[in-house]
């Protein structure tokens, strides 16, 4: 239990869960190309959370599920580790919907309803 005045999402109390949790070690690569700092994926505000991250079943894509926290509509930005040759809205079956052109090399912006899930597939 956290106190907190107003709406949770505004109070940043996912945030303020996530610090508790103990982050696996991780090794980026082989032990001598290690890169320290290295991401896979970031989204940038706390009004989303990223509840899947995976690869395709069938293609060698990666496949990242968000979900909107709050009843207003979103633009979450993802910003992932490697340059990304093409992105798709899927739907729950991970077919593709339509195409996603990314906002720059490394960087997508996926629209959310209130309270809504998005499936995103990303070729790299």
């Known amino acids: 239990m956290a106190?907190?005045?107003?709406?949770w999402v505004a109070a940043g109390i996912k945030a303020l869960g996530r610090r508790y949790r103990v982050a696996p070690l991780v090794v980026q690569g082989v032990e001598d190309?290690?890169?320290?700092?290295?991401s896979l994926l970031r989204h940038a505000s706390t009004r989303a959370s990223i509840t899947a991250v995976k690869r395709h079943e069938e293609r060698d894509t990666l496949?990242?599920?968000?979900?909107?926290?709050t009843g207003a509509?979103?633009?979450e930005t993802l910003t992932l580790g490697r340059d990304v040759?093409?992105?798709?809205?899927?739907?729950?079956?991970?077919?593709?919907?339509?195409?996603?052109?990314?906002?720059?090399?490394?960087?997508?912006?996926?629209?959310?309803?209130p309270f809504g899930i998005a499936t995103v597939e990303v070729a790299f």
């Not at 190309?33 to 290295?38: E, H, I, K, L, Y």
């Not at 809205?89 to 906002?103: F, S, T, W």
């Open 85 to 113: 040759e093409a992105a798709w809205n899927v739907n729950l079956l991970e077919e593709r919907e339509a195409e996603l052109p990314p906002a720059s090399p490394r960087e997508l912006r996926v629209g959310l309803r």
């Open 63 to 69: 496949v990242v599920r968000l979900f909107n926290l």
């Open 73 to 75: 509509a979103i633009e």
């Open 3 to 7: 106190p907190y005045a107003g709406d």
């Open 33 to 38: 190309n290690a890169v320290p700092g290295a």
